[in-house]
């Protein structure tokens, strides 16, 4: 079984300038343990298909299925965890009790939560403030919390839109190969929304390259470099050319303007 | 006691001391009539002879003020809570509350009286009800409305029930504003128990013993009731203050 099933999704939003399609006949499969990207121009739907999956939204028509079900059930029963842009941590809470938010609402007792936060705490290396509040952190490190705080349930599947989008180079490139020493230890199923061709390469099994208007998948990108990913990976060879071949699927023609508003971060 | 807050402390007590100096002066040197200005040592003298009369009517003042408070605060909660849930009820409520925010007290406290009776106290804490509300349910509302997207995307992607939404994000959210409210509110309850005193019942409080005393010349004792009225504004002021702060740091 799948972790993630979409066949022929449509989505559509009344907007005040008229129906505007957003997703247009897309299907696509993420097996069990597998670090799918999704990349392209704003617009192109790849926020959309995510909230989709998450059933923060619901599909116009077509179906997603998550582990089988549907994407409503999959969230009722907990069955993804899931990081935003922002990293949306509560001001008032400590970064443990941020972290405990979800166990705390489905109603696991304390001890339990508090050895599962700092167990988690441990894992994104924030172990000298469990007990700091958001305000105390600099973006990676909030970034990091809202990270802990999605696999705080050990989900078997995990949703990230664009969760380094607003971080710098330097940063960005630590919590990468923070996230796929991550996701190599829980071997959770990843969904990775980005704008950036280098950040996709590094972390995916397969890249999906969106184009806009109507959103598209217009291409799947397999990049095979291994388990072993570390920093030197960045400098290879292969690393080179599976970042040509996802921006030329980008692109598409030349002279076509499709891959506008992508940064080559 | 260290230096930033001698800095803090000192120089407004001196400048209080100052000011009364500087009052007792004016009264003796200028022979100024105890019916325009009693002099500071006059009303002083008067608060040791009236002390006993002084705290038995800050209490009643001070229950008056204290019961509206409390009844307009969490009227204007519950009231707030719903509205930011439901948008009939918020259309429902809005023209509402702008008509009792328009509510003149001192014409409400005459009718309000009638229709209570004289020997009762609850004219007087309707009113205060009534004052209490709108700034407690206008800021209430504002702050639970500060939800960020996000937050309540990560809500729904925890399957949360409502309750639990309102109870971990948007109460949280909102207490800075409740408790803006709440600053505003207590000094207008204490305010607004001393005038529904002005339009007779009961003679039990500030308010009323302020007026019998300034119709009975009785100047010093008039401004030593006012003295107990300021008292009465700052306990109440200072304790929501003091509660807004704990509550900020426990939630």
């Known amino acids: ?265 | 006691m260290n230096s930033t807050l001698r800095l803090r402390v000192v120089p407004p007590i001196a400048l209080g001391v100052v000011a009364l100096v500087a009052w007792q002066v004016l009264v003796v040197a200028a022979d100024i009539q105890p019916y325009l200005l009693p002099a500071p040592s006059a009303i002083a003298a008067q608060l040791i002879v009236i002390a006993p009369a002084l705290w038995s009517a800050m209490l009643a003042t001070g229950l008056n003020a204290l019961v509206g408070l409390v009844a307009g605060t969490v009227l204007a909660i519950v009231l707030a809570i719903t509205a930011s849930r439901i948008r009939f009820i918020d259309q429902l409520l809005a023209p509402i509350i702008a008509a009792i925010a328009v509510v003149p007290i001192v014409a409400l406290a005459p009718v309000l009286t009638n229709m209570f009776g004289a020997t009762s106290e609850t004219p007087r804490r309707v009113i205060v009800t009534i004052v209490v509300f709108v700034p407690v349910f206008v800021n209430t509302l504002r702050g639970l409305r500060q939800v960020q997207p996000v937050q309540r995307d990560l809500l729904r992607s925890y399957a949360a029930s409502r309750w639990q939404l309102t109870t971990t994000v948007t109460l949280p959210g909102a207490l800075p504003y409740i408790f803006t409210g709440l600053n505003i509110a207590s000094s207008l309850a204490v305010i607004s128990a001393i005038v529904s005193e002005y339009f007779g019942g009961l003679q039990n409080g500030l308010g009323s013993r302020i007026t019998s005393a300034a119709a009975n010349s009785a100047y010093p004792r008039a401004w030593a009731y006012v003295f107990g009225a300021i008292i009465l504004g700052l306990v109440f002021y200072s304790a929501t203050l003091a509660l807004g702060r704990l509550a900020s740091r426990r939630r």
């Open chain 1, 1 to 265: 079984m799948s972790a993630v099933v979409a066949t022929g999704v449509v989505k559509t939003f009344q907007t005040g300038s008229g129906l505007i399609t957003a997703l247009d006949d897309v299907s696509l499969t993420v097996e069990r343990g597998e670090f799918v990207s999704l990349i392209g121009p704003s617009g192109c739907g790849k926020s959309t298909l995510l909230r989709l999956i998450a059933d923060l939204d619901v599909v116009t028509s077509g179906s997603v299925e998550v582990f089988g079900k549907s994407a409503r059930q999959a969230r009722l029963d907990q069955d993804y965890g899931i990081a935003f842009q922002t990293a949306g941590l509560l001001p008032w809470r400590s970064v443990t009790a941020n972290i405990e938010l979800p166990l705390q609402l489905h109603g696991v007792d304390g001890p339990a939560r508090r050895a599962r936060a700092s167990e988690l705490i441990e894992l994104v290396g924030l172990g000298e403030f469990a007990t700091s509040f958001p305000e105390q952190l600099s973006g990676g490190m909030q970034q990091r919390v809202a990270i802990a705080r999605s696999l705080a349930e050990r989900p078997e599947l995990l949703l990230m839109d664009e969760p380094f989008g607003a971080l710098d180079e330097m940063t960005r490139e630590r919590m990468q190969s923070e996230l796929v020493r991550i996701c190599a230890e829980t071997g959770a199923a990843v969904i990775f929304v980005t704008h950036s061709i280098p950040e996709a390469v590094f972390l995916s099994d397969r890249v999906v390259v969106m184009s806009p208007r109507p959103g598209r998948i217009r291409d799947i990108i397999t990049v095979a470099l291994g388990d072993a990913r570390g920093e030197s990976l960045r400098e290879e060879t292969s690393f080179f050319t599976s970042v040509t071949r996802v921006r030329e699927a980008l692109h598409g023609a030349p002279g076509s303007d499709v891959g506008r508003g992508l940064d080559a971060r």
